[in-house]
């Protein structure tokens, strides 16, 4: 798999031959290419901790081993609608063998969405510091995307997130006349 992709936005008209077309840009950051990038940003195996880890489909997952104990984390990638990645652990996930042989443990659930844009190496490293940190008991890990809202950890949109889905909603609306 070639890990130097770029992404790339295409505009394409729906129905030419209506007079209200809507110019609407394609974005072709999908789901395996943000779960890549995270990945890379997560450098899994320079953690101290981690013993194994790997990309399957759009999970990444990997296990943590202490002198006493073991427990394995996960994030699936997925695409919320075109432009927003929604990061989650509560759907059936892709774990290999190699990366844990057992049952998967009851952990706390989350669905954290970011603008496209915001899917960078960096927050790979972010995305594993707060999945490891949603673990432990009591759960604390502040995250400047999503301070000040409430549902915060188990269900939050980034910042950025929100006001461009705001963003779209109004251009849809002001093309539409409001009928979309």
């Known amino acids: 798999m070639n890990s130097n992709f770029q992404p790339t936005t295409k505009t394409s008209v729906t129905a030419p031959s209506n007079r209200r077309a809507i110019l609407r840009p394609r974005y072709h950051l999908k789901a395996r290419e943000a779960a890549n990038l995270l990945r890379l940003g997560m450098v899994l195996f320079d953690q101290a901790d981690v013993v194994a880890g790997q990309l399957c489909r ?55 969405t970011f603008h496209w844009e915001e899917i960078t190496t960096d927050l790979g490293e972010m995305v594993f510091r707060f999945c490891n940190a949603l673990a432990e008991e009591p ?17 939050a949109w980034s910042k950025q997130a929100q006001a461009a889905y705001a963003r779209r909603h109004e251009q849809r609306a002001a093309q539409t006349g409001g009928n979309f």
């Open 58 to 112: 759009e999970t990444i997952s990997w296990r943590l081993q202490r002198q006493h104990w073991m427990g394995v984390r996960w994030v699936t990638v997925t695409e919320y609608a075109p432009g927003f990645i929604r990061l989650r652990n509560d759907v059936m996930a892709d774990i290999p063998k190699n990366v844990w042989p057992f049952t998967r443990p009851q952990i706390r659930n989350f669905e954290l």
């Open 139 to 155: 759960f604390h890990f502040p995250w400047a995307p999503f301070e000040d809202i409430k549902t915060y950890p188990q269900y």
